[in-house]
């Protein structure tokens, strides 16, 4: 199995992205998004094993993201 067999890359993130991105902008729905940050940084260390899901840094990342929003 490639690489090229996986639907995570960062490539298809984001182009699934913008469509969520799109759709929410039609129905006048917030989107919390974490991936333009997060190519910036080194975020390989964010994730879990299964390199999709974030781990415990990740969701402490989150967390500082959002916690503004309910302050």
Do not use: A
Request: with cysteine.
């Amino acid at each position: 199995m490639s690489i090229d067999d996986f639907y995570f890359l960062n490539e298809r993130i984001k182009e699934y992205e913008e469509i969520i991105s799109e759709e929410c902008k039609k129905r006048n729905t917030f989107l919390f998004s974490v991936i333009e940050e997060w190519l910036k940084i080194d975020y390989l260390d964010l994730l879990s094993e299964d390199g999709i899901h974030p781990n415990e840094k990740g969701h402490q990342k989150i967390f500082e993201k959002i916690k503004p929003l309910f302050i």
